[in-house]
């Protein structure tokens, strides 16, 4: 059973950090691109970072210069490191992975629980 568990949301003032962590765990052949999305209420799900299994990166406006992922590829997880945090980053935080089950197979796409990021004073 394949599942990526998410840990490191939580209550930050504005201005502060937080990082995040995914790791995904079960039986798998190989981990392609892994990434967050986030969700605000009456929103919706949109892509925050992603990462490749060769370490290309890409980013949106909102959190570009803010945010960096990067993945620990031995450890089969990926982190966010959230920096500057605004009000406006307040969301559900999803971690998603493209996992290669069984070798010359399809990549499968999985998603984490999610956890709440909460930026107020």
């Known amino acids: 059973q394949v599942q990526l568990v998410e840990s490191g949301g939580g209550l930050v003032q504005p201005g502060g950090s937080l990082r995040l962590s995914c790791a995904a765990s079960g039986s798998f052949f190989s981990i392609n691109a892994m990434g967050w999305y986030r969700q605000a209420p009456g929103k919706q799900r949109e892509l925050v970072a992603a990462?490749?299994?060769?370490?290309?990166?890409n980013y949106a406006d909102s959190v570009e210069g803010r945010f960096t992922i990067s993945r620990d590829n031995a450890k089969n997880t990926v982190y966010l490191q959230m920096n500057s945090l605004k009000p406006e980053d307040t969301a559900v935080y999803y971690c998603n992975a493209a996992l290669v089950l069984l070798l010359f197979r399809a990549p499968s796409v999985y998603w984490g629980q999610g956890t709440q990021v909460t930026v107020s004073s």
């Open positions: 990462i490749t299994s060769g370490g290309s990166t």
